[in-house]
């Protein structure tokens, strides 16, 4: 069974950008969480979406939103991009929502300049 | 008192010896928990998950939970310097909704 996947794998944009990163859920899994992780952050919970919809959303602004489609792929977008926004963007995909064991994609690493 | 709790390390060990990782957690209510290693650059690779108050061993790897104490740790046997990562613990948790919140890591250094 393929595993997560995530485009693009390595993204350097300017400040005021927007970008646009994509996930591909393990084949079944409905559920799909993202997260932010910097040096000496940890792993920031952005949000999670289960069956179009997003059930949770981490501390984080506006300026990150995501979504859900019909076939579990999703999106999160960052909008008017700050240098803070550098980082590696992992997508988490599981079976169901909330709780349930989590496999990770390889990641987006974003460079903001 | 954060939600997960976990020393950043470095934890250096040498190779052949056994590694010790720690744990603890807020929530009383949780049900489910999870070791994930992650190496430098990479994502995070789940290692195992435990249920259920004990140890739950898979190769050299052994979680061990007590739920009393509100306490997980991973044990890794006969080091080598491929384990050599950051080891991260997942807590599943209620916040009127249940979310897998994850700790900070601790970093395993094995010494040749």
């Known amino acids: 069974k393929a595993g997560v996947t995530q485009t693009p794998r390595y993204l350097i944009k300017t400040r005021g950008q927007q970008v646009t990163l994509s996930c591909s859920p393990i084949?079944?899994?409905?559920?799909v969480s993202w997260y932010q992780q910097t040096p000496g952050q940890g792993l920031q919970f952005l949000f999670e979406y289960f069956s179009e919809t997003q059930r949770n959303k981490g501390n984080f602004p506006g300026r990150f939103s995501g979504r859900q489609f019909s076939n579990s792929r999703s999106e999160m977008n960052v909008s008017t991009l700050e240098l803070g926004d550098s980082a590696l963007y992992l997508c988490?995909?599981?079976?169901?929502?909330?709780?349930?064991?989590?496999?990770f994609g390889p990641g987006t690493r974003l460079t903001v300049l | 008192q954060k939600e997960v709790e976990q020393n950043s390390g470095p934890l250096s060990v040498p190779e052949g010896a056994i590694a010790s990782l720690n744990c603890t957690y807020s929530d009383r209510g949780s049900q489910s928990f999870f070791w994930y290693r992650q190496y430098s650059g990479k994502s995070p690779e789940l290692i195992m998950s435990i249920y259920s108050n004990g140890d739950k061993e898979d190769g050299r790897f052994t979680a061990q939970l007590n739920k009393a104490s509100q306490y997980v740790s991973l044990l890794i046997r006969d080091s080598q310097p491929s384990d050599s990562a950051t080891y991260l613990c997942?807590?599943?948790?209620?916040?009127?909704?249940?979310?897998?919140?994850f700790g900070t890591g601790t970093k395993l250094q094995v010494i040749p």
């Open positions: 084949s079944g899994h409905r559920s």
């Open positions: 988490a995909s599981s079976l169901e929502a909330g709780g349930d064991t989590q496999y």
């Open positions: 997942a807590v599943n948790m209620w916040r009127g909704y249940q979310k897998v919140t």
